[in-house]
């Protein structure tokens, strides 16, 4: 492996508790040969001490910018908004190869600075698979707010927790009345999430994935309680909620949480919303009669920050112990300079390219 210098940096949202890689993943690496620069952060779920602990350095929150130039900067959402010039690699989710709402402003900054994107949710096999993701707790904890909006057991803010805790509001009580909920994406990782989700709080969800969508029964979709969407599109497909199904007098629909959050994308499969929803309002009313309730967290692993960053970084640490041009990273790296042309944005000499 490339001598490589990691800098772990401190996420500028709020509410971002998780992070790509814990203390005992980050012994391993410094075990391995990687310099590796933490830094602090009041949020993140695992404090700097116990990387520090581990063999790192310690840097103040924010200090990237001014990080070795082969340094590679790791976190996972968005940048604040300064350096206009970018100019250091950097792994994080970006959200910005769909057109999504400030996709060429990123890209811009990138192709400004001569840094690159290696955007985590390119980061596939030879197959496509990805390599490293937090879906399926996402799913999990969509299941699990949705679960409780319909139960009117959903208070906010919302605040982490541990799986125990939730758990425990999870499962029925006395009084509680049944319904019916469906997960469409059902046999991917949000999808089994979400699954799990459901039968934790003691409901078997109806599982609808490809073959279920390829020619969707609406009415049968409208007839649920509650839905959770999965489904995570990569090509344009016909959307599963449209406004005039929100409007059909048969809906019986009352909760929607959408798992996926595209938003803005081209290829959103519940267009029916424009914004997303945050911590301290999880809920939005979509229609007030009947009564319809959307969430579209889009950091809802966050929620769980413990045990979804444990998994990620398990799944992640593999692919930092192999960091090279080539193979995943590779492929991240022409992912990027495919979406920099596609949005027409001018690429100056790549460090790395």
């Excluded at 968005?78 to 709402?101: C, N, S, V, W």
């Excluded at 057991?153 to 509680?176: H, Q, W």
């Excluded at 309730?293 to 950091?299: E, G, H, M, P, V």
Aim: aromatic share 6%.
């Amino acid at each position: 492996m490339t001598e490589l210098h990691l800098w772990l940096r401190h996420e500028v949202r709020s509410t971002e508790r998780r992070t790509p890689l814990v203390p005992s993943d980050a012994r391993r690496l410094v075990e391995r040969g990687v310099t590796l620069t933490v830094e602090e952060s009041p949020q993140r779920i695992f404090p700097a001490e116990e990387y520090e602990a581990a063999g790192c350095r310690t840097a103040p929150a924010g200090s990237w910018v001014s990080a070795p130039e082969r340094a590679v900067v790791l976190g996972l959402k968005e940048l604040p908004d300064q350096p206009g010039e970018l100019t250091h690699d950097h792994i994080f989710f970006g959200h910005a190869y769909k057109r999504q709402p400030g996709a060429e402003a990123l890209l811009g900054r990138f192709a400004a600075g001569g840094g690159t994107l290696l955007d985590l949710e390119y980061l596939v096999d030879d197959d496509g698979r990805r390599l490293a993701a937090f879906g399926f707790w996402a799913g999990y904890l969509g299941a699990a707010l949705a679960v409780l909006q319909h139960r009117g057991r959903l208070t906010a803010p919302l605040t982490p927790l541990s799986k125990d805790e939730l758990d425990a509001l999870l499962r029925p009580v006395a009084g509680d009345e049944e319904f019916t909920a469906l997960v469409i994406g059902a046999l991917g990782r949000s999808g089994r999430g979400a699954r799990l989700g459901f039968l934790t709080a003691g409901v078997e969800a109806t599982p609808w994935d490809l073959a279920e969508t390829r020619a969707l029964d609406r009415p049968a979709l409208l007839a649920h309680d509650v839905l959770v969407n999965a489904v995570l599109a990569t090509t344009p497909v016909p959307p599963f909620l449209r406004e005039e199904d929100l409007d059909d007098p048969g809906r019986r629909l009352r909760t929607v949480c959408d798992v996926t959050v595209d938003v803005g994308s081209s290829l959103n499969v519940l267009p029916v919303y424009d914004r997303t929803t945050e911590w301290t309002d999880p809920v939005r009313r979509l229609r007030k009669e009947p009564p319809l309730d959307l969430i579209a967290i889009d950091n809802l692993p966050s929620l769980l920050p413990r045990e979804s960053s444990a998994d990620f970084s398990s799944a992640l640490l593999p692919q930092l112990l192999q960091f090279e041009t080539g193979g995943p990273w590779g492929r991240c790296r022409d992912r990027f300079h495919q979406a920099c042309r596609e949005l027409g944005i001018v690429e100056g000499e790549f460090r790395n390219g």
